[in-house]
């Protein structure tokens, strides 16, 4: 059973920084696609930004030039930075994996697509 825990959520004011990170284990960061989500109080799910095997990332056009993710392949963690934050960028983050099978193409934004998940850090972002 893969297992993801992240962790770096808090409180930060509106144009400051957080860096969030999934620490993984029972499955290795470099062979699989992996991404970040986040889900707004009363909203659905959404995909934050992804990353695959090779390095090929997906952001949703709500982050893009804010949010950067990467992935240590020595430590097996996932990192997201996040830049800018806007009180709209406030949800609980949570972290994922995607074991099934081959992806072809830059990797998916859709919670669907992805098979396990972390228990999630919550970011609130203050005017």
């Known amino acids: 059973q893969v297992q993801l825990v992240e962790s770096g959520g808090g409180s930060v004011q509106a144009g400051g920084s957080l860096r969030l990170s999934c620490a993984v284990s029972?499955?290795?960061?470099?062979?699989?696609?992996m991404g970040w989500f986040r889900q707004a109080p009363g909203k659905e799910r959404e995909g934050v930004a992804t990353?695959?095997?090779?390095?090929?990332?997906s952001y949703a056009d709500s982050v893009k030039g804010r949010f950067t993710i990467s992935k240590d392949n020595a430590k097996n963690t996932l990192y997201l930075q996040m830049g800018s934050l806007k009180p709209e960028d406030t949800a609980i983050y949570y972290c994922?994996?995607?074991?099934?099978?081959?992806?072809?193409?830059?990797?998916?934004?859709?919670?669907?697509?992805?098979?396990?998940w972390g228990q999630g850090t919550p970011v609130t972002v203050s005017s």
């Open positions: 994922a994996a995607r074991t099934r099978g081959l992806w072809f193409g830059y990797p998916p934004l859709r919670t669907g697509d992805y098979d396990y």
């Open positions: 990353i695959d095997s090779v390095g090929r990332t």
């Open positions: 029972r499955a290795t960061v470099s062979n699989y696609c």
